[in-house]
């Protein structure tokens, strides 16, 4: 890399010519490391509001194209004013309150669900040397912050004081409790494959290996990608405010703003999980020597997007779920594979340290054999917990479903 | 580290007081939740990283959910709580359990540890759960899936 501050393929040069000079002006090191804090999560928010802005326009636009309509394309060019707009429309609306909520609680809700959404974006490494704080235990650290959003919804449907809000709320929390037990076992399958929770070590494994995770851990990838529709309230999972069903569940009665905050951090959730299935099976900013000529926080904004793609398409293309198939998906499907996923790769991982067997050798063994294993195990578990296909049902399928018989044709 | 391990300390204590003084069961809940949280600070500053996010994973994540589901499956669970003639000795109780612990811990002459903070805390618990600890470990293993199935057969209707 090249050391001059304003070279922009790597923004860590002005950071550390930053530090030094501090360094030299006889700056103490806890300054230093307030100030290179401070302005790294300066970056950091300014990446998540500029997302949070823009994000509205893709989702919308892309939806349009999937369902074969225009999506926004009359304010301004393309329709790309069409976020500020709606913006403006919600700031100007009158936040409404209603009588029996709880005040403080209901207030507070949309404002905490921000925490964890931003915190994820901390342990990113966005370079090289590009990372705000490089925990040890990166992985479990999001996980972590992923499970406390129920709280906050919890919070919002609870002080609503409304039947579809806390039938809302009570959905999301049973959903992300399940949800999140085959999202775990899934990432459990990297952490063993790489060695380490450290998200900038799991990408330093993927360049140390020359390879993307993904090659390796196909099936934990899909269960993850699908663990974490769930987890987003995104549409083939969101029964959390399925409108046909509960209006808007948990946000029922927020208006103005404090729904605007609502929207905007399913936004930026869903970035965040881009950004971590992006790191952890894309290889983050490392993308077989290309980050040598293009900047690697570029590069890994390109892959975000790219995953936000995946999620915008599901979104455009998939039916809602009904909550038990919604839960009987994660409980025999998801579960069951996941386990066989973190079993496999126990087993591989073993058979590589303790025969001490050349990784080029190895590794695209293991890869050939995850990849066909996740295909047979896929088929196998839908074969095994799926009803068979009829093409010719006798009787409609609701019927059969709730077990009611059927009513005696009527006597001719 | 001084600052922050006597914001941390009031943060978390001050909550564990309101759950106590607030009458709203769920806003109990969501005090002890903000408890947790300062507990798991208080991790932070001893430099013991996994334990600070297992603690918001287990306690702020699912124990916290196991309680508010507690609380919304028990009747009349949004009537407020009414004082009743065991605060009296419950205080009493309390202050005699508190002060034991604050004697004990202020008469123990504490070692402090010659070695730095460990680098990677998960690899060293890691490492201690499966080979000193791999007994304990097991056994809690296979009571937990005594106690999931356990939980199964209750509930199964047939």
């Known amino acids: 890399m090249l050391s001059n501050w304003y070279d922009f393929r790597d923004l860590g040069n002005p950071v550390s010519r930053l530090i030094e000079g501090l360094e030299d002006a006889g700056v103490s090191d806890g300054w230093i490391y307030v100030i290179t804090g401070l302005l790294g999560a300066i970056g950091i928010l300014t990446f998540i509001g500029i997302a949070a802005v823009i ?5 919308r ?3 349009g194209r999937v369902q074969i309509r225009r999506g926004p394309n009359r304010v301004g060019p393309f329709g790309l004013l069409q976020p500020i707009a709606d913006a403006i429309k919600l700031i100007q609306k009158e936040a409404l309150q209603p009588k029996v909520a709880d005040g403080f609680v209901f207030t507070l809700a949309p404002i905490v669900i921000f925490v964890p959404a931003i915190l994820a974006f901390a342990v990113l490494p966005w370079g090289e040397q590009m990372v705000l704080a490089d925990l040890n235990v990166g992985v479990l650290f999001i ?25 809302g709320s009570m959905r999301v929390i049973a959903m992300l409790i399940s949800y999140e037990l085959p999202g775990v076992l899934a990432l459990l399958g990297v952490v063993l494959f790489a060695g380490t929770m450290s998200l900038s ?3 330093g494994f993927q360049d140390f290996y020359w390879s993307w995770l993904i090659f390796f851990q196909p099936l934990a990838l899909l269960i993850f990608l699908l663990g974490s529709t769930a987890e987003l309230n995104r549409t083939p999972a969101d029964i959390a405010e399925a409108e046909s069903e509960i209006v808007a569940g948990f946000h029922i009665e927020y208006s103005g703003m404090k729904f605007g905050l609502f929207y905007a951090v399913e936004l930026v959730n869903a970035i965040a999980v881009s950004a971590v299935i992006a790191t ?14 293009i900047p690697g926080w570029i590069l890994f904004i390109g892959k975000i997007y790219a995953v936000y793609f995946i999620f915008i398409w599901f979104r455009g293309t998939l039916p809602r779920f009904r909550i038990d198939q919604l839960m009987a998906f994660a409980w025999k499907f998801l579960l069951p594979l996941a386990i066989v996923n973190a079993l496999l790769v126990a087993v591989e991982v073993f058979v590589w340290t303790e025969y001490d067997l050349n990784a080029g050798v190895v590794l695209p063994i293991f890869g050939v054999v995850n990849f066909a294993l996740a295909g047979v195990l896929i088929v196998a578990f839908g074969r095994m917990i799926g ?6 049902p006798k009787q409609p399928m609701m019927y059969r479903d709730i077990d009611v018989p059927l009513p005696e044709p009527a006597p001719a | 580290m001084v600052i922050a391990f006597w914001t941390l300390a009031a943060l978390t204590l001050g909550a564990a007081a309101m759950i106590i003084v607030v009458r709203n069961l769920l806003h109990a809940v969501l005090f002890l939740i903000l408890s947790f949280i300062g507990v798991a600070g208080l991790y932070i500053t001893l430099s013991a990283d996994f334990v600070a996010v297992a603690q918001i994973l287990i306690y ?3 124990i916290a959910v196991l309680m508010i589901f507690a609380v919304m499956l028990t009747p009349r669970s949004s009537r407020n709580n009414a004082g009743n003639f065991l605060q009296l000795p419950a205080l009493v109780l309390s202050g005699l359990i508190a002060a034991g612990a604050a ?4 008469e123990t002459e504490w070692r402090e540890a010659d070695r730095g903070s460990f680098d990677t805390t998960a690899a060293q618990i890691g490492d201690a759960l499966l080979s000193p600890f791999v007994l304990p470990f097991e056994i809690a293993s296979v009571l937990l899936v005594a106690a999931m199935i356990g939980a199964i057969v209750l509930v199964r209707e047939d």
Request: glycine residues 12%; proline residues 0%.
């Open chain 1, 143 to 167: 996980l972590a912050l992923g499970s406390t959003t129920t709280i906050m919804i919890f919070m919002a449907g609870y002080a609503s004081n409304n039947k579809y809000a806390l039938l």
């Open chain 2, 60 to 62: 702020a994540g699912a």
């Open chain 1, 61 to 63: 636009r892309v939806i």
């Open chain 1, 387 to 392: 009803a068979a296909y009829e093409r010719y």
């Open chain 1, 201 to 203: 070590g799991i990408v």
């Open chain 1, 55 to 59: 994000n509205i326009w893709i989702e």
């Open chain 1, 280 to 293: 952890l099976f894309l290889g983050g900013w490392w993308t077989f020597g290309l980050e040598n000529v």
């Open chain 2, 103 to 106: 004697i004990v811990a202020y």
